[in-house]
Structure formats: C-alpha cells, structure tokens
C-alpha cells in the first residue's frame, strides 16, 4: 500500500517535528519510498513493518564522501535528500540515537535553517514593498496599471512574506530541539 503526503516540509517546519513526524509514520510502519527534490511537495511512503527509528535531517549546501561515510560508520542510513535537506535515519531498540549530541550543534543546525529561510524571506518582503510602491505610483500619476496584477502581487507577496516570517519565529522559538 502507498500514501502520498503533500508538502511536508512547509507543515513540519521546526526541524525536530520534522524528525518526530518521520518516527511515528515509522512506528505505524509507513516508510519513505525515495526522498528527491520534489518529496517536499509530495512523498510518498510505503507500509511495511512498524520500526522504531530515529530520523535526523540536516541542511547542507553539499554533502561530503566523506562526512557520508561517517554517519554510516556510526550506523546512520542515508534516506534522501529534498533540495539542501539530507535526511538520515537509524533504527533502534531502547535508547534512542541522536545525531546532534551537543546543544550547539541543534542550535547550529537550526540557525542554517533560519538564514536559508531568512533568504527567501527577504525577496518576498522586498516584492511586496515594490508591488505597495509601484501601486502607490499608480494612485498618484496618470498611468493605469493592470490592478488585477498589482492586487495579486501584493497579496501573494504579503502571505509568503508572513508565513515566511512566522516559520522563522516558530524556528527560532525551537533553536534548541
């Protein structure tokens, strides 16, 4: 049997829910089929037998051979990667894994999220304050602009640069998971 779940990366935004999400689909035996670049808008998981794992995901510009091959020599499996997300898992009986041991390295890794985000973030703000502007511009000269596209623009501009917003401070609320 295979379900489909639809941009899990925008609902499970703290990257410990993210983990936590992936466990207890494990637990109810459902398991990512592959993990690309598009499994952020859509994943697919296959059911099998419940395991006890414990998912990490970490944001990286490039994954090293390297640092590949030491996350296995530690029994790390790598499972995919969503753009710059690599997601590994380790399967366990009592005491569960981390991977991130040390308080600064959660925050580290949180941080790297939140500048990746901040990025996006920023362009969508700085659309939204030319969309306001160029309308403003529209109001007070003799130019008729197309209203329907100046309303969409700042409209859709001023609810990505909200959430983006808020998904930075749900982030940084949760540094330390």
């Known amino acids: 049997m295979i379900m489909k779940k639809y941009f899990t990366a925008y609902i499970n935004v703290v990257p410990a829910e993210y983990e936590?999400?992936?466990?207890?689909?494990?637990a109810e035996g459902w398991h990512p089929t592959k993990i690309n670049h598009l499994s952020s808008m859509?994943?697919?998981?296959?059911?099998?037998?419940?395991?006890?794992?414990?998912?990490?995901?970490?944001?990286?510009?490039?994954?090293?051979?390297?640092?590949?091959q030491s996350?296995?020599?530690?029994?790390?499996?790598?499972?995919?990667?969503?753009?710059?997300?690599?997601?590994?898992?380790?399967?366990?009986?009592?005491?569960k894994p981390e991977m991130f041991t040390d308080r600064d390295d959660v925050?580290?890794?949180?941080?790297?999220?939140?500048?990746?985000?901040?990025?996006?973030?920023?362009?969508?703000?700085?659309t939204f304050i030319t969309t306001i502007f160029i309308a403003i511009l529209g109001l007070l000269s003799k130019i008729n602009p197309d209203w329907f596209q100046?309303?969409?623009?700042?409209?859709?501009?001023?609810?990505?640069?909200?959430?983006?917003?808020?998904?930075?401070?749900k982030i940084n609320k949760n540094k330390y998971k």
């Open 20 to 26: 936590k999400w992936f466990e207890n689909l494990a």
């Open 150 to 169: 100046i309303i969409l623009g700042i409209t859709l501009s001023g609810v990505l640069t909200l959430f983006l917003g808020l998904v930075i401070r």
């Open 71 to 95: 996350y296995k020599d530690f029994g790390w499996e790598y499972v995919g990667r969503m753009s710059s997300i690599f997601v590994w898992r380790k399967e366990y009986i009592d005491e």
């Open 107 to 126: 925050k580290k890794r949180s941080d790297r999220f939140i500048i990746a985000i901040s990025f996006s973030f920023a362009i969508f703000l700085l």
């Open 42 to 68: 859509v994943m697919c998981f296959k059911q099998t037998e419940s395991k006890k794992y414990k998912y990490s995901i970490e944001l990286l510009g490039k994954l090293r051979k390297d640092r590949i």
